[in-house]
């Protein structure tokens, strides 16, 4: 993985979640283990800028416990996740 990952969740067409670097983006993946008991990922769209990299994911994940929002343990989240890579 390129060591200045960026990654940006969009929730409502707003950025909710955002890491910089391989440290931060291994953490949120750790403790997403926790969280959800399925998930799955998939590759929508992949562009290139002069020297960017930019991947957006359709992401689906099915909870393992409940969260402080009202969301439950079972539901199911729907994100768009972008990746950039400099």
């Known amino acids: 993985m ?3 990952i960026l990654l940006r ?3 409502n ?3 909710n979640l955002e890491t910089n670097g391989t440290q931060e983006f291994r953490e949120i993946a750790e403790k997403s283990t926790k969280i959800f008991s ?3 990922q998939t590759i929508v ?3 290139a800028i002069d020297d960017k ?3 957006i994911i359709d992401y689906e994940g099915i909870l ?3 969260l402080p929002n009202g969301l439950k343990t079972g539901d199911k989240i729907q994100r768009e996740l ?3 890579f400099a």
């Open 2 to 4: 390129h060591k200045d």
């Open 9 to 11: 969740n969009f929730s």
């Open 13 to 15: 067409d707003e950025v």
């Open 38 to 40: 399925g998930r799955r």
């Open 45 to 47: 769209n992949c562009s």
């Open 53 to 55: 990299i930019e991947v």
């Open 64 to 66: 393992a416990v409940d």
């Open 82 to 84: 972008v990746m950039s």
